[in-house]
């Protein structure tokens, strides 16, 4: 019973810190906990014959699980200290994700403002030219086929008639709007939204430290506090002694149940 509840508490812990579940996924994940202690511990209780082997593997697995446990129950009780160790392990992180990000927005603004250099340019090109020719002469040509008799002589000298088709073409000439006018509220339309992109990726570039902490804080890595933990372990021997504490305690709720199990057999 001990066992269980001490592991079901690591369970429910486990689910919820680093697995984000509700409390009703939490509960089915200590359970599971419970139930895998319970088929680890009834292959002792009810083992019926003597074999070192298995008490050996065993006696590992107890060392395993003991070692998890304590890691887990550390962690949950190092919450608040982690958490302030979080901050100088999220700066390093910070400064390390921030350059490459930084330099990609950077070079994502200067090929805007090449972009937006070369749609002006354009731009004002088109003015010039439609300053210069506000409109443009088209020519039409017209044409229209006409029959035209032609009498012609065959071999024997009988003239003979025959109608030939000849086309008369006529051109004239009409005066639009320069067609650089129409497409000047396009091209307005793309350098406005271009600059709208520009001005949010430097917006982007200002708050990307602010943006990256607050990533890097809302997510709860295993590996992260893990790495966390054993800096603090290190720095820290009143921590390292409540981890030790807590390593022994549930090693020995591990072999007492195996000793007594063996001391059953012998006797």
Request: hydrophobic share 45%; charged share 20%.
């Amino acid at each position: 019973l001990i066992m269980c509840v001490l592991w079901g508490l690591i369970g429910y812990s486990f689910a919820s810190r680093y697995l984000h579940a509700n409390v009703w996924m939490s509960a089915i994940a200590a359970a599971m906990f419970v139930l895998i202690i319970v088929q680890i511990e009834r292959q002792i209780i009810l083992q019926t014959h003597r074999n070192n082997y298995l008490q050996f593997f065993r006696g590992w697995i107890a060392v395993m699980m003991a070692l998890i446990g304590s890691l887990i129950i550390d962690q949950i009780i190092f919450k608040d200290d982690i958490d302030l160790e979080k901050e100088t392990f999220i700066n390093t992180k910070v400064n390390a994700i921030y350059p490459d990000r930084a330099a990609e927005r950077r070079r994502q603004i200067s090929e805007l403002d090449s972009v937006i250099a070369a749609k002006e340019a354009q731009r004002n090109k088109m003015l010039e030219d439609i300053r210069q020719n506000p409109t443009t002469t088209i020519t039409n040509v017209n044409t229209t086929p006409v029959l035209v008799p032609r009498t012609t002589v065959d071999s024997t000298g009988r003239a003979v008639t025959t109608n030939s088709i000849q086309k008369v073409s006529a051109v004239s000439t009409s005066q639009i709007a320069n067609p650089n006018a129409v497409l000047l509220a396009p091209l307005d339309s793309q350098i406005t939204n271009l600059r709208m992109l520009k001005v949010a990726k430097e917006d982007s570039l200002t708050n990307l430290r602010t943006a990256i902490e607050n990533t890097l804080k809302q997510k709860t890595g295993f590996l992260d506090e893990l790495n966390i933990m054993w800096s603090l372990l290190s720095k820290s021997p009143p921590a390292a002694m409540v981890y030790i504490i807590w390593f022994l305690l549930l090693l020995g709720l591990e072999l007492f149940i195996l000793m007594n199990k063996r001391h059953e057999q012998l006797t």
